[in-house]
């Protein structure tokens, strides 16, 4: 019994020694299944990589797209008190809210940009001249003026989450009236519904000066010029209304993380206890439906490429082999001459190909990430999603993307396997006698 066990043991060390002998004595055979092998591990890789990063993917896009959802009035640009969708706060669905006050503000140490308004009116009361558009949100960068960007900073900086009586102001506007960053400007709010009251004169800081030409309505009034628009705070606008009780809005716009979380978070949004006959919700997701089509379509060609890559790399694979097994027929007879069944020869077989398929890791590791960032920065191109594809690159031997090159390797082993076993079977699916008759 012991006898046995020490022949079969040196029979499976002459199949091991065999295979390294003919991976080392073979070498441009051996650099032509390397080379093979790469390409295929490199690709399977690549293209998992893609597929499951999907999800992340279309979170980035739609954190960039700026999809949102806005509640408003039915009549149009009528203010409301945003203190009527407080509770809106406990969605637990909804990641950012965003309040928007678009008004007007009399300019006094100031004078406003007069050139380029097409519309001249001689009826202008004096409470409108001099006038100036102030945008006023808890977070300007969300404004889709600089999310899309028709406006963009030159010099200074945006807005952040803590500045109080801060402002941005147009470079034309600052050119004119010769101001720069750390400058005040005095700002009288003038209040929708009555224009004749007296609201106190406010001082804000330019911290930032933007450039730019938005589309432009002509009615006359010098707010209606992009260069007598400016951006401020929320909070400090409504102190500059004097708003005691109420804070007016024009919009309360709402975040989600995913479009499926907008959903639910606009059904829950539509359960709060408010007079919806004077108000409505509208979804602006146009911009991440346009990238969605696009992403889907790369996803649905990276499946019909890792499919036929498998297919591929298993037929190319095989028909090698199928070349190569034939001019090994002498070997195959002396292994079966001393004893060594089919099986352990096809084990051989499978055994040179992974000893090849090791060194063939590294470099598709390396050329793996490559693939992935060339087919995601084609597919990417916007300011916002430019550092998708960079994430990828720096997380190339994250954990997670080792499982996936993991599984890439497993699908390598399954094509050498199966291309092994189709090749070497048209030859030992004879019979021993059949194939040693052949050597002679």
């Keep these: 019994m012991k006898k046995i066990i020490v022949i079969r043991e040196e029979r499976n060390k002459i199949v091991v020694k065999n295979a390294i002998a003919y991976v080392l004595r073979k070498k441009n055979r051996t650099l ?6 790469t390409v295929v591990l490199s690709c399977l890789y690549a293209c998992l990589n893609i597929l499951k990063s999907g999800t992340s993917m279309e979170k980035s896009l739609y954190k960039s797209s700026n999809s949102s959802s806005s509640i408003t009035r039915k009549d149009g640009n009528g203010y409301f008190d945003r203190n009527e969708f407080k509770k809106i706060e406990d969605i637990k669905e909804i990641a950012e809210t965003i309040n928007h006050y678009e008004g007007l503000a009399r300019l006094h140490n100031s004078n406003v940009v007069e050139s380029g308004q097409q519309v001249t009116r001689d009826d202008i009361p004096n409470e409108l001249k001099n006038i100036v558009s102030i945008q006023s949100t808890s977070n300007v960068k969300r404004d889709v003026l600089f999310s899309s960007g028709v406006f963009s900073i030159k010099e200074g900086r945006n807005l952040e989450k803590n500045d109080k009586f801060k402002i941005l102001v147009h470079e034309e506007f600052a050119e004119h009236n010769n101001l720069k ?23 804000f800081e330019i911290v930032g000066i933007f450039t730019g030409k938005k589309q432009e309505t002509q009615t006359g009034l010098s707010s209606d010029l992009s260069e007598n628009m400016m951006f401020t705070d929320y909070d400090s606008a ?3 209304l004097n708003n005691e009780e109420k804070e007016l809005v024009n919009k309360i716009t709402f975040f989600t993380d995913t479009p499926e979380k907008m959903e639910d978070a606009i059904n829950k949004v539509k359960e709060l206890n408010v007079n919806w006959s004077n108000y409505t919700v509208d979804k602006d997701s146009n911009a991440f439906k346009e990238v969605l089509e696009s992403l889907s379509g790369v996803k649905h060609i990276i499946k019909i490429m890792t499919y036929s890559i498998m297919i591929g790399g298993s037929v190319v694979l095989s028909l090698i082999l199928i070349l190569w097994l034939r001019e090994r027929i002498y070997e195959i007879g002396i292994l079966l001459s001393i004893g060594v069944n089919k ?5 051989q ?3 040179e190909l992974v000893f090849i398929s090791i060194p063939a890791i590294i470099v598709s590791l390396i050329t793996g990430n490559i693939v992935v960032n060339q087919i995601i920065g084609g597919l990417i191109s916007s300011e916002d999603t430019a550092s998708i594809p960079s994430s990828f ?7 997670e993307n080792l499982i996936t090159f993991v599984q890439s390797y497993g699908i390598l082993l399954l ?3 199966l291309s092994v076993i189709f090749a070497s079977g048209l030859i030992l699916i004879k019979k021993p006698k059949e194939i040693l008759s052949q050597i002679s």
């Design 32 to 37: 032509i299944v390397f080379i093979i092998l």
């Design 181 to 203: 960053l750390g400058d005040k400007v005095s700002l009288e709010f003038i209040n929708a519904n009555e224009m004749s009251k007296s609201n106190k004169k406010t001082e």
């Design 238 to 240: 409504q102190k500059a």
């Design 343 to 347: 099986f352990k020869i096809i084990t």
């Design 349 to 351: 077989f499978i055994l």
């Design 393 to 399: 690159a720096s997380s190339g031997f994250s954990v």
């Design 415 to 417: 094509i050498i396997v």
